[in-house]
């Protein structure tokens, strides 16, 4: 992990335009769960519902586009990226570097939140807010990686991203059974099951199925994303 780069993505990951749409997320998830708390119906069913499809299903992988595509596309599209890319710095240490930062900028405004919001819910029953927040560290961790990509492969990341976000994981994801099984939502899911209480939370993988999932297309989304890092740094010297 190299400092300067890491310093100088964090910068512009909280910078003020993007910081603001940051705090979207976790300030509108903790209002929801707010105004839910005082609700008299199944605290365990509207749980579920604002953490799970609300929280992990739609607000977590917009936030993982923001985050993902901001530590890199920004530097793409403006050019800056050359400054950084003339530094003797192996491609693979900016690509980690980057994606510890996007990991832990997405940690910091989602599982925390998520933490906060189940326990406001639901209190400490069921090991439901630590389930959801385990779901939101995985999950949040591979949309980075993924979303990193999207940043280095295209210059419309963030509307591929967009489509995938809102199309494939909040709705396919959820509602078609056969495609679950490629959902990063559901590996989630399936992480927070094995932490919560039984029949706490409910997942369509498998925990056997989804941690290699989850740890195969991380690897491969980062290693993709430094070879097209690359390939920026051999078009530039043509």
Same mark, same amino acid.
Not at 152 to 165: E, F, Q, S
């Given at each position: ?26 300030? +509108? ?19 579920? =519902? ?16 923001? %985050? ?29 570097? =980057? +994606? %510890? ?14 933490? #906060? ?5 639901? @209190? ?5 807010? +630590? ?8 999950? @949040? ?6 979303? #990193?990509?999207? @940043? %280095? ?23 078609? =059974? ?6 990063? !939502? ?6 927070? !099951? ?9 997942? @369509?993988?498998? +925990? ?5 999932? #989850? ?7 980062? %290693? ?15």
């Amino acid at each position: 992990m190299n400092p300067t780069v890491a310093r100088l993505t964090l910068r512009g990951l909280l910078g003020r335009r993007r910081g603001i749409l940051l705090l979207v997320v976790p300030a +509108l998830l903790l209002f929801v769960s707010a105004i839910a708390s005082g609700s008299s119906g199944d605290k365990h069913d509207l749980t579920v =519902k604002i953490l799970g499809q609300l929280g992990l299903g739609t607000l977590l992988p917009i936030l993982g586009l923001v %985050v993902g595509t901001g530590a890199i596309a920004t530097e793409i599209d403006d050019g800056s990226i050359v400054y950084l890319l003339a530094k003797p710095l192996p491609r693979w240490k900016i690509i980690t570097t =980057k +994606l %510890v930062v996007a990991v832990g900028t997405t940690w910091v405004f989602a599982a925390v939140p998520t933490l #906060l919001s189940g326990l406001l819910l639901y @209190g400490t029953k069921d090991n439901l807010a +630590l389930g959801y927040t385990a779901a939101t560290l995985v999950a @949040g961790a591979v949309y980075s990686a993924l979303f #990193l990509l999207l @940043g %280095v492969a295209t210059r419309h990341a963030v509307v591929a991203g967009l489509g995938y976000a809102l199309i494939w994981e909040s709705l396919i994801g959820n509602f078609v =059974k056969g495609a679950r099984t490629l959902s990063v !939502q559901q590996w989630g899911l399936s992480v927070g !099951q094995a932490v919560a209480g039984d029949g706490a939370i409910t997942a @369509g993988v498998s +925990l056997g199925v989804a941690v290699p999932l #989850l740890l195969v297309l991380t690897v491969a989304a980062t %290693v993709l994303a430094s070879v097209k890092l690359a390939g920026l740094t051999l078009a530039a010297d043509e």
